[in-house]
């Protein structure tokens, strides 16, 4: 009986190491807690962490790092308490101007869609027929 506890408990230790269905490498986890109630928490694997703390009143700070490839890291950081509720603290990344030749291909784009649509609200409405398939 306590070789088989021992190997159930072997076995529940291992499994967090398992590389997972996606073969990331192992996932670093972490959580702590006193008797306060305050917190300390969080996860990193590729292309994604995230850090979170609890104080005893019940506020969180915590911050969330994501990798974006060619553009780089992106880090944001929150604040959440009960007076303000949950708000993003740090500058996050604008989307880049649209070119002119990508302004020019929407409005391309937009005629023939614009067209088919003044077409389609010209054309009556058709009307109910009988049901060809009746059960």
Same mark, same amino acid.
């Given at each position: 009986?306590?070789?088989?506890?021992?190997?159930?408990?072997?076995?529940?230790?291992?499994?967090?190491?398992?590389?997972?269905?996606?073969?990331?490498?192992?996932?670093?986890?972490?959580?702590?807690?006193?008797?306060?109630?305050?917190?300390?928490?969080?996860?990193?694997?590729?292309?994604?962490?995230?850090?979170?703390?609890?104080?005893?009143?019940?506020?969180?700070?915590?911050?969330?790092?994501?990798?974006?490839?060619?553009?780089?890291?992106?880090?944001?950081?929150?604040?959440?308490?009960?007076?303000?509720?949950?708000?993003?603290?740090?500058?996050?990344?604008?989307?880049?101007?649209?070119?002119? #030749?990508?302004?020019?291909?929407?409005? #391309?784009?937009?005629?023939?869609?614009?067209?088919?649509?003044?077409?389609?609200?010209? #054309?009556?409405?058709?009307?109910?027929?009988?049901?060809?398939?009746?059960?």
């Amino acid at each position: 009986m306590k070789v088989l506890i021992l190997s159930i408990f072997l076995a529940c230790a291992s499994a967090q190491y398992y590389p997972g269905f996606y073969g990331y490498p192992a996932i670093s986890q972490f959580h702590a807690q006193d008797v306060l109630g305050q917190a300390s928490y969080g996860y990193a694997y590729p292309g994604q962490a995230a850090s979170n703390y609890r104080d005893i009143f019940g506020n969180q700070f915590g911050s969330n790092i994501y990798d974006m490839g060619p553009e780089g890291l992106v880090r944001v950081n929150y604040v959440a308490d009960a007076v303000n509720g949950f708000r993003v603290v740090s500058t996050l990344p604008v989307a880049p101007e649209v070119i002119p #030749e990508v302004a020019a291909a929407k409005i #391309e784009h937009a005629k023939p869609v614009k067209e088919a649509a003044t077409k389609r609200a010209a #054309e009556p409405a058709a009307s109910p027929t009988k049901c060809q398939v009746c059960f």
